[in-house]
């Protein structure tokens, strides 16, 4: 059916970003688009055609399919397409065809590029990429959202000043928010407690609406820190609680500025070095959460945050290995401890199991294994402690399987790669993420060139790791949006870990295990892969974009867990998305499928 201008018009006005333009632009973008009719199982355009613009449907469905003919999504209402080719090249980068009868319309190439020209609500929506982000910030032009205890304590105006003096002692603070329900009503101090409660002697049922300060000045979550610091340092005054409309959400003191101040990954790593006990360790690392939350706030890209808070497991590592050695004496011969998983990538975030594992000089003898043994689990249980919970797969140096010999790591190597059944590939997709840690280095190197030249050049075993690399897949749904969680605990989320970041960790391993590549970071891999020619420069481009994204979408939500006051985990609800937000991370997860679907017909991404 054709459709009218109105028709046009009121569509647009539902479909982001279009529905931010003002109307007149509106009116005119309405006026040059075309209307396509397509029939059920009809072509709208081949791969590698001139495409005639973007398309948005308006009535329908469109498979979408890959230069190998693998499904990428089936798209409905208000979905767009086309775009991603029609940027790059004019191509089309993919095949689409009408699931259904179907009516698209079409915004031309020249109106396309007028919109992202003109409108910057329009150009952030087809920039795919994260771009780069402003540099860290300082204490002063962080928001006060990131500074304020999100939980103040409050008492209403009738509480006896002797009742509100024992709860500050007992909860160790110095001021309490005097409210009716949410309303802040008023604040008092420690300094009013003395200053009026005790110096005017007053009784000892006297309330606590008698001596606190009324309507206190107060800041919003919105504001940032050197309002903070203005009003403190104009004022003179220690506390300021936070306000949304009215209703207490927080509170600043000059404590929580120290601390946030105090709160850097070289602090801890300092205390942590210095600590002597893993019961020390643990109260520096218990501190991580607000470190995540702090880091990702000043603007810091996801491979620096995590790049920093896997430092922190670092030296909690060594440290430990150094208090097993003053415990047990030196060791017998020399030995290395090697991290795997996300540590051994160094990209650990607010959630993290530990992966490890020991190398010992071929000089070690049977009874020598006592110590390593114990050694182990000294440094497993001080991990454990503080915070970096048992491999639920036991892959850790305490299961003697992976503490051994380099002869039999060796042999394990070769038995991996000479016989690729599915044991084997989940141990050497492990295994291929090693990071040397603390010990003798040396023990390492000639092992990784070995494993990975032997590797390279057998076949079957590539194919088999690329087979079990493709196991983990992005949660996209054939019927428009996200595959969510069908049942249990994590219904309805998304796994950001094994169905986000995961499916391009692998990616990053397969291109690294082709071009014999020694980087274990993920962002590494690629980069080198790149360079190697293992990939190329667009596909490289695409999938850091892609991971860039996902990898940023799952800090934010593990930031906005620590914030409200939960743990940080891996399963974001995509309601927690604006539209916005879903559309570019659906993206991402196409440019990730569609790079498996590559790998998997052993065409890479070399075209």
């Known amino acids: 059916m054709p459709l009218s201008h109105d028709q046009i018009t009121r569509f647009l006005k539902s479909v982001h970003p279009y529905d931010a333009l003002p109307a007149p632009v509106l009116e005119q973008v309405a006026k040059q688009i075309e209307v396509w009719e397509v029939d059920e199982d009809s072509e709208v355009y081949d791969l590698g055609h001139t495409l005639p613009g973007v398309f948005v449907i308006y009535e329908g469905q469109v498979e979408i ?48 590029r007028e919109l992202i020209d003109g409108h910057d609500v329009v150009s952030k929506f087809f920039n795919r990429s994260r771009g780069e982000r402003a540099g860290p910030q300082s204490l002063a032009t962080s928001s006060v959202d990131i500074l304020m205890a999100s939980d103040p304590t409050t008492c209403p105006p009738s509480t006896p000043v002797q009742h509100a003096a ?63 610091l203005h009003v403190m340092m104009e004022r003179g005054i220690g506390h300021i609680p936070i306000t ?36 020390e360790m643990a109260s520096v690392t218990a501190e991580i959460p607000q470190l995540l939350v702090q880091l990702v706030a000043s603007g810091n890209r996801h491979e620096i945050v995590t790049r920093l808070i896997t430092d922190i497991a670092d030296t909690v590592t060594r440290r430990l290995l150094a208090l097993a050695e003053q415990k047990m004496g030196p060791p017998p011969v020399p030995y290395l401890w090697l991290a795997c998983g996300s540590q051994g990538r160094q990209e650990q975030t607010g ?21 390593f043994h114990a050694l182990a689990k000294f440094v497993s249980d001080g991990l454990d402690a503080c915070g ?31 016989k690729p059944n599915p044991e084997a590939q989940m141990l050497a997709s492990v295994m291929f993420d090693l990071r040397p ?28 790791m690329i087979s079990n690399s493709l196991k983990h897949t992005p949660p996209l749904s054939l019927l428009r949006g996200f595959a969510t969680i069908r049942s249990g605990e994590h219904r309805n989320t998304l796994d950001l870990k094994h169905n986000g970041v995961v499916p391009v960790v692998d990616l990053a391993r397969i291109y690294s295990l082709q071009g014999q590549l020694t980087p274990a970071n993920t962002r590494a891999r690629l980069k080198a892969a790149e360079s190697a020619g293992v990939l190329s420069a667009s596909g ?27 743990k940080p985990d891996n399963y974001m609800p995509p309601s927690a998305l604006s539209d916005f937000e879903r559309s570019h991370l659906r993206d991402a997860f196409v440019v990730v499928k569609t790079m498996q679907s590559a790998v998997g017909h052993g065409k890479g991404m070399l075209s």
């Open 65 to 112: 399919t890959d230069e190998n003919g693998a499904i990428v999504s089936h798209l409905g209402l208000r979905n767009s397409f086309g775009e991603r080719g029609l940027l790059k090249n004019g191509k089309a980068a993919t095949k689409a065809r009408a699931h259904a009868p179907s009516i698209l319309i079409v915004l031309p190439p020249a109106l396309v």
């Open 166 to 228: 024992r709860t500050m002692r007992d909860k160790g603070i110095s001021s309490l928010c005097v409210t009716d329900d949410d309303n802040l009503l008023g604040i008092a101090t420690l300094r009013d407690i003395s200053g009026k409660y005790v110096a005017d002697a007053m009784a000892p049922d006297t309330p606590i609406s008698a001596i606190m300060t009324r309507n206190p000045i107060t800041l919003s979550p919105t504001d940032i820190g050197s309002d903070v």
């Open 244 to 279: 949304d409309h009215g209703r207490l959400v927080g509170i600043v003191t000059q404590t929580d500025l120290t601390h946030y101040q105090a709160v850097s990954s070289a602090e801890l790593v300092r205390r942590i070095a210095q600590a002597n006990s893993a019961e």
């Open 351 to 371: 959630v993290s199991d530990q992966d490890n594992c020991m190398i010992l000089d071929d000089g070690v003898s049977d009874a020598d294994m006592t110590y």
């Open 388 to 418: 970096y919970f048992y491999c639920p797969g036991d892959m850790m140096a305490t299961n003697p399987r992976w503490c051994q010999p380099a002869r039999v790591w060796r042999d394990y190597f070769s038995g991996w790669i000479n």
């Open 437 to 464: 840690i603390g010990g003798a280095f040396e023990l390492f190197s000639d092992l990784q060139a070995d494993t990975l030249a032997k590797a390279n050049t057998n076949s079957i075993f590539v194919a088999h």
């Open 540 to 566: 490289a481009r695409d999938l850091l974009d892609a991971y860039d994204l996902i990898a940023e979408t799952r800090l934010e939500h593990q930031v906005r867990l620590v914030k409200s006051g939960e």
